[in-house]
């Protein structure tokens, strides 16, 4: 059974950092492809950045470029998002999720952090 366990999220404060989480179990994790997405309140899921399985390429939204970084380490299961300069529209549910190889199609989610910014 494929586990998700994101972790990292919390209250932090306009303009400071936080770094998100993801340990993955029951599957070959240095195999797949992994990714990360948001949820605002009332508003649609949204692709944030993905990763090739040997952490070779990375793949940003564009409003995500230049503030938000991923990385993998292969050897603890474990995907990163770090987070820099938040801003109050940052503000979401932050879900990992395993992904095909092309970083299209999302196979597995996890059940999400919450990160909220706010003074």
């Known amino acids: 059974q494929v586990q998700l366990v994101e972790s990292g999220g919390g209250l932090v404060q306009p303009g400071g950092s936080l770094r998100l989480s993801c340990v993955a179990s029951g599957r070959t994790f240095a195999a797949d492809a992994m990714g990360w997405f948001r949820q605002a309140a009332g508003k649609e899921r949204e692709f944030v950045v993905g990763?090739?399985?040997?952490?070779?390429?990375?793949y940003y939204a564009d409003s995500m470029k230049g503030r938000f970084t991923i990385s993998r380490d292969n050897a603890k299961n474990t995907v990163y998002l770090q987070m820099n300069s938040l801003q109050s529209e940052d503000t979401a549910v932050y879900y990992c999720a395993v992904m095909d190889s092309a970083i299209v199609q999302v196979h597995y989610w996890g059940q999400g952090t919450q990160v909220t910014v706010s003074s």
């Open positions: 990763i090739s399985w040997s952490g070779d390429s990375t």
